[in-house]
């Protein structure tokens, strides 16, 4: 079946450096997104993947390894404002290229 | 700054009500989404279209709801009669396959069904 499993809940504090896991087991492989959700306002674009390795963008960073699907987001220098949902989306060519969606992990950041 | 609107952002309505949710996508997008997202469920999708053309509604309770793409700039998600398990935050998002087909996300509209 096509699944996506990410931790639940990860709490981190201020200032750190935090690594959200992703793995995935899906057909038909087309990328990988991240989208960052505040609670009550609706999910925001972070990252796209689709080759193997680290993507950068400031103090976010993100990772892919098909062969083992996996995938992480890595948030450096934590801010209060870092603390939301984190989703992890994989598109498939063979779904018309729909997105399959991990039920997100909550980071809480900590002073 | 281009971004995709929903109407209304807010709506509580009494069971049976039909309720209609409207979406401008992004200018020249060619996908649309519809989402529905609650505490228990995450996000699920409910309706997809690529140039006007609905592509999958699977996930969609076809006895009551309906989606529906009039022109490239609007998208409408209808629910006909509303139940108190349709609560919930209905997003829209929409994309451009011409590039990595990013989805771009409206505010979503909040509906309660009393």
């Known amino acids: 079946g096509q699944n996506i499993d990410q931790p639940t809940e990860m709490t981190a504090t201020e200032g750190a450096i935090v690594q959200i896991n992703c793995t995935y087991q899906t057909s038909g492989f087309n990328g990988l997104f991240w989208y960052q959700q505040h609670a009550g306002e609706a999910p925001t674009f972070l990252s796209y993947n689709v080759l193997d390795g680290l993507e950068e963008k400031g103090r976010f960073s993100s990772f892919l390894s098909r062969s083992k699907g996996y995938s992480y987001l890595l948030l450096k220098e934590l801010q209060m404002k870092d603390s939301a949902s984190y989703l992890c989306a994989v598109k498939r060519w063979d779904s018309n290229y729909q997105l399959i969606w991990g039920a997100g992990t909550k980071l809480i950041i900590k002073p | 700054d281009a971004r995709v609107t929903q109407t209304p952002r807010h709506k509580v309505t009494e069971m049976g009500q039909e309720v209609t949710m409207r979406c401008q996508p992004i200018?020249?997008?060619?996908?649309v989404f519809w989402y529905r997202q609650t505490m228990m469920q995450g996000l699920e999708l409910l309706a997809y279209f690529r140039n006007r053309a609905p592509l999958d509604d699977s996930g969609m309770p076809k006895d009551r709801f309906s989606a529906e793409m009039p022109d490239a700039t609007l998208a409408t998600l209808k629910i006909q009669p509303s139940e108190p398990r349709d609560s919930a935050v209905y997003f829209c998002?929409?994309?451009?396959?011409?590039?990595?087909?990013?989805?771009?996300f409206g505010p979503g509209t909040r509906l309660t069904v009393l």
């Open positions: 998002a929409s994309g451009d396959t011409s590039s990595t087909d990013t989805q771009y």
């Open positions: 200018l020249g997008h060619n996908t």
